[in-house]
């Protein structure tokens, strides 16, 4: 019968008695699957179920002392069904369109965002969020493209020329004396293709450079921190504007402070930068 069964299913009568042998290695193994994906779902649970493998990885090694394989972490979550919520990829969609006066400058940045130096690159952006009842914000970012760190932000209601503004004069704020090449890297929208923005770019010291019209790649790490900002910040339950205000500036504060990233040596922003520096 014994020979019969393994036959039917495809299996080997040596790995059929090898299978009975391994239950007590087995069991051991449960028992360990089961004790280590407690600390796990505790993080996963933390971070809204939105964070995969190395993010749990770096967590655990930095907030809890735990070194555990993320090839591990894989198959645990795998095992007791742990999927990360995963943000779709939305269409890249131009905001306006500029008129005669506009310039374009060239793409001096060519999608080398790691520099080794901070305060050497800075990349922004706008995007939008809504709060309220339907009520639409808009959020200009300034992040340093080899520390990842978000440097300036402002928010607000209006899509007028003054959210570049403010977001420069706090970016001059946050950096005081800008690196000798330092260069703002922006795509052809309306904002920073505007003759005024561009004359206070070059009077703040800094060099202004732009990507390929249509071209999302060439300033993706300000997509994707807009995605991962969205995806963590339940801006749809802010009734206010000052509200939205306080969940984005803790979150930046987290992201900049508190979240390892597997390309800066699993460390944070800050930390990754005050590396540099040291070094």
Known sequence: MVSYLCEFTGVSRSGY???????SKRQVRNEKDEKDIQIIQVIFTQNQEKVGALQIKMLLENDYGVIMNHKKIRRLMKKFDLVAKIRQ???????????????????????EFTQKEPGKVFLTDITYTYFGKGQKAYLSCV???????????????????????????????????????????????????????????????????????????????????FGHL?????????????????????????????????????????????????A
């Open 89 to 111: 990829a939305k269409p890249y969609k131009q905001m306006m369109k500029a008129t005669q006066e506009h310039r374009t400058c060239p793409n001096h940045l060519n999608r």
């Open 17 to 23: 008695y090898a299978w009975i042998k391994s239950e």
């Open 230 to 278: 969205k995806d963590m910040v339940d801006h749809q339950s802010c009734e206010s504007l000052s509200q939205l205000k306080e969940e984005v500036n803790q979150y930046i504060a987290k992201y900049n402070n508190k979240r390892y990233q597997w390309k800066l040596n699993k460390m944070t922003p800050v930390q990754y930068r005050d590396h540099l520096l040291a």
């Open 143 to 225: 992040k340093d493209s080899t520390t990842k760190e978000i440097v300036a932000h402002h928010i607000s209601t209006s899509l007028g020329m003054d959210i570049v503004y403010r977001t420069i004069e706090k970016l001059q704020e946050t950096v005081g004396c800008f690196h000798p090449e330092a260069m703002i890297h922006s795509d052809q929208g309306f904002h920073y293709t505007h003759p005024k923005f561009q004359s206070i770019v070059r009077e703040t010291g800094l060099r202004q450079s732009m990507s390929r019209k249509g071209n999302c790649w060439d300033n993706a790490p300000m997509e994707s921190f």
